[in-house]
């Protein structure tokens, strides 16, 4: 009963101070979030590599069937927020991690694929043309992986993505070892006064630039589940690259009630597969929640997995307008609600206990994590 009741502590280990003004404008909550900590570190045999890569994760458990699900115990969840991490020369190794209440109190939240098709009526998305949008800031944020999926750039050197991106649950997919991270770059005009004025309106072409990433982080809540489970709680992973790539990044933040959210409304970017090099931005409104998942019906193709979901909020200690990242789009879920089909785009949340571990991995400090 003592693991149970810390636990609760944990998972709800954010205070929300939403304003009550008539003239509110959506700001960020203040969360204190827990310390997750390294305790040891095993050596793995290398993996295989044998995985083919899913760039769609498919789970029959929607809302009601999450919402139901037991609280896990202390000890699972330091389980599963224990982690694997792949380096670039094929070796892995696991840690396991040390879960530290500092502070507490808040507000907290506790099969089968109808059709293959994430287009829900009237296809909303709108594909990014020219340079002028797509090398500024957010849509800058967002970079191609060589499995075929998205990552949204969170800090100097990393990239926040899907797990099932990088490891199907069982075993590393074929490309893991010789990951690599595409930058949009445009590519060099020909010629000179020679070159075609009448081409000008044209939208400019582009080229990725490709950067090879060091190291991989995957939490075991992923590996150990699987995606028709708890494991689609567990479905995102940490790039960090072998050099910095010099552009604005988005930083991450505590996903707060949906309730609170701008409009009720997300966005993200990413690389969809029925629009071979094209970005394409989407925004819509959460139709439901759990503690770990925003269901969504964003319309979205396989290639936009490990898309970062944002919004932009008021952040009060700057007195500035901020977009964070919330979430990690992850993939579609076909649920029977009451024997009517329903289908869902499901993302992410990054609870206060995820943003630790993230934060951590990106910053190998727990007094920078300490505000979510």
Same mark, same amino acid.
């Given at each position: 009963?003592?693991?149970?009741?810390?636990?609760i502590?944990?998972?709800?280990?954010?205070?929300?101070?939403m304003?009550?003004?008539?003239?509110?404008k959506?700001?960020?909550?203040?969360?204190?979030?827990?310390?997750?900590?390294?305790?040891?570190?095993?050596?793995?045999?290398?993996?295989?590599?044998?995985?083919?890569?899913?760039?769609?994760?498919v789970?029959?458990?929607?809302?009601?069937?999450?919402?139901?699900? *037991?609280?896990?115990?202390?000890?699972?969840?330091? /389980?599963?927020?224990?982690?694997?991490?792949? #380096? +670039?020369?094929?070796? $892995?190794?696991e840690?396991?991690?040390?879960?530290?209440?500092?502070?507490?109190?808040?507000?907290?939240?506790?099969?089968?694929?109808?059709?293959?098709?994430?287009?829900?009526?009237?296809?909303?998305?709108?594909?990014?043309?020219?340079?002028?949008?797509?090398?500024?800031?957010?849509?800058?944020?967002?970079?191609?992986?060589?499995?075929?999926?998205t990552?949204?750039?969170?800090a100097?050197?990393?990239?926040?993505?899907?797990?099932?991106?990088?490891?199907?649950?069982?075993?590393?997919?074929?490309?893991?070892?010789?990951l690599?991270?595409?930058?949009?770059?445009?590519?060099?005009?020909?010629?000179?006064?020679?070159?075609?004025?009448?081409?000008?309106?044209?939208?400019?072409?582009?080229?990725f630039?490709?950067?090879?990433?060091?190291?991989?982080?995957? *939490?075991?809540?992923?590996?150990?589940?699987?995606? /028709?489970?708890?494991?689609?709680?567990?479905? #995102? +992973?940490?790039?960090? $690259?072998?050099?910095?790539?010099?552009?604005?990044?988005?930083?991450?933040?505590?996903s707060?009630?949906?309730?609170?959210?701008?409009?009720?409304?997300i966005?993200?970017?990413?690389?969809?597969?029925?629009?071979?090099?094209?970005?394409?931005?989407?925004?819509?409104?959460?139709?439901?929640?759990?503690?770990?998942?925003?269901?969504?019906?964003?319309?979205?193709?396989?290639?936009?997995?490990?898309?970062?979901?944002?919004?932009?909020?008021?952040?009060?200690?700057?007195?500035?307008?901020?977009?964070?990242?919330?979430?990690?789009?992850?993939?579609?879920?076909?649920?029977?609600?009451?024997?009517?089909?329903?289908?869902?785009?499901?993302?992410?949340?990054?609870?206060?206990?995820?943003?630790?571990q993230?934060?951590?991995?990106?910053?190998?400090?727990?007094?920078?994590?300490?505000?979510?």
């Open positions: 009963m003592a693991a149970l009741s810390t636990l502590l944990l998972l709800c280990a954010a205070k929300d101070v304003p009550s003004s008539p003239h509110w959506p700001t960020w909550p203040s969360y204190r979030v827990p310390v997750i900590l390294p305790q040891s570190t095993l050596n793995l045999d290398k993996p295989q590599f044998d995985a083919e890569a899913r760039l769609e994760v789970s029959p458990c929607g809302p009601a069937c999450h919402k139901s699900s *037991p609280l896990p115990t202390y000890e699972e969840v330091k /389980n599963y927020l224990s982690y694997e991490t792949l #380096y +670039a020369n094929g070796s $892995l190794t840690t396991e991690v040390g879960i530290y209440i500092l502070s507490n109190g808040g507000d907290g939240s506790r099969g089968r694929s109808r059709t293959k098709r994430q287009i829900y009526g009237y296809d909303s998305r709108f594909s990014i043309f020219g340079k002028d949008f797509l090398l500024n800031y957010p849509f800058s944020t967002s970079v191609k992986l060589s499995t075929g999926c990552g949204t750039l969170v100097e050197k990393h990239v926040l993505t899907a797990a099932h991106c990088i490891h199907d649950g069982k075993s590393y997919v074929k490309g893991a070892q010789k690599r991270v595409g930058f949009l770059k445009p590519k060099q005009k020909d010629g000179g006064k020679g070159s075609n004025i009448t081409n000008s309106a044209m939208p400019e072409k582009m080229k630039q490709w950067i090879r990433v060091k190291r991989t982080h995957v *939490p075991k809540g992923w590996i150990k589940g699987n995606a /028709n489970d708890i494991g689609m709680d567990y479905d #995102y +992973a940490l790039l960090e $690259l072998k050099k910095p790539h010099k552009r604005k990044f988005m930083k991450i933040g505590v707060p009630p949906a309730r609170h959210l701008p409009g009720g409304r966005h993200f970017s990413g690389y969809d597969n029925d629009r071979p090099g094209n970005l394409v931005y989407r925004f819509c409104d959460v139709k439901d929640e759990t503690y770990d998942l925003l269901y969504q019906q964003c319309d979205a193709q396989p290639g936009a997995s490990g898309s970062g979901v944002y919004v932009r909020m008021w952040k009060r200690q700057n007195q500035k307008w901020e977009r964070k990242i919330i979430g990690i789009f992850s993939g579609h879920q076909w649920v029977d609600m009451n024997g009517t089909p329903q289908d869902f785009n499901v993302a992410v949340r990054i609870t206060p206990l995820k943003y630790a993230i934060c951590y991995w990106i910053k190998g400090n727990y007094l920078d994590c300490r505000e979510g």
